[in-house]
């Protein structure tokens, strides 16, 4: 808190709040929107752990994807794990979600990094009372990927929202849509049982 004298009277205004100086309740907001963004984006922790304002366009809704962090030198890097500038859409959830970020500086992180590994204790906790498999972090990006498959989005759309380099890598997911595969399928044998007869006829004419 400052003090101000002005009249006669001494008047309090409060002091700017250090970054990410949270009570325990804000931490859990902060812990929510981690994951949120992690399962919407499917950017790696090293992109949410470098993830600074600049890279936030809340005016084009995207995200931009141009540096990591290092765990093993705990370092920024401007470059990516394929070395190269991608773009993810900044969806309703993410925008909603880093909206309160709008104000800060352009070189500030958007995430406290003392938020990650909580985030991976509470999942390790989640899986362990649910009776399954220890959750990753990364398991956040293969949700990202699983649920656009199942929803039917072109592979090739997903490898590019992924930003794999190999549509190889992205095709591991492709096993999750096989009633899009099949109806697919269906369309063409319905077209093709359609037509066969019509040109049957005109063969039979000529």
Known sequence: MTSTQGHGKAHTTPSPA????????????????????ACHTGLRKGELK???RHQLDFIRDLVMVDATFSERLRKRFPRTKNGEIGFVPMVAPVRDALLDRTFLPGDAPVFDPSLFADVIG???RRALSAGVRPIRFHDLRHSYASTLVMAGVPIYTVQR?????????????????PDYLREAADKTCVQTVRETPSRALKSLET
């Open 161 to 177: 929202l992924m930003r794999h380099k190999s549509i190889t890598m992205t095709e591991r997911y492709a096993h999750l849509a």
């Open 122 to 124: 509470r999942l390790r």
């Open 50 to 52: 470098a993830l600074q």
């Open 18 to 37: 250090p970054l990410f100086e949270n009570p325990i309740p804000n931490r859990l907001v902060n812990i929510t929107e981690l994951v949120l963004v």
